[in-house]
């Protein structure tokens, strides 16, 4: 049985960003261009496309901008490992690709990965960490 690598990343802050990358995974592309109108008028379609002054995009940007460099590193290697680039035996390569590639945009690399929530919890879980661990945060701070 393989070791479970220890992670500098807390399991609130990896659920946190599990729930804001599902919010931001569900919006759709932008239909309404010109919206001006009451959004009881069009149903309130607006909040679930994917506008450029986005509030959830926007958080999480700030969100992993703010982590430490170590943190960052954790999450990048957590979305690899949940995607199935290597496993959790693999984990010390893993995470020592993920310091050589880091640099300052770890946020943008992150949210232009589609299903990255999935791919966290999928990571965290090969780690140890409950689902449960992951959406107490998650949930209590939305």
């Not at 300052?104 to 992150?110: M, V």
């Amino acid at each position: 049985m393989a070791k479970m690598p220890h992670l500098t990343i807390t399991p609130d802050k990896i659920g946190f960003v599990i729930s804001l990358a599902r919010q931001f995974d569900a919006k759709d592309v932008l239909t309404d261009v010109d919206s001006g109108s009451n959004p009881s008028d069009d149903g309130g379609v607006d909040i679930l496309e994917d506008q450029a002054n986005d509030p959830v995009q926007r958080e999480l940007v700030t969100f992993i901008h703010d982590l430490n460099v170590d943190e960052q590193i954790d999450l990048v290697a957590l979305a690899w490992l949940g995607r199935g680039d290597d496993t959790v035996e693999g984990w010390k390569t893993l995470r020592q690709t993920a310091a050589d590639a880091h640099n300052e945009r770890t946020a943008q690399y992150l949210l232009g990965m589609p299903l990255l929530g999935d791919f966290l919890e999928e990571g965290a879980t090969q780690c140890g960490l409950s689902v449960e661990d992951l959406d107490e945060y998650g949930s209590a701070r939305l």
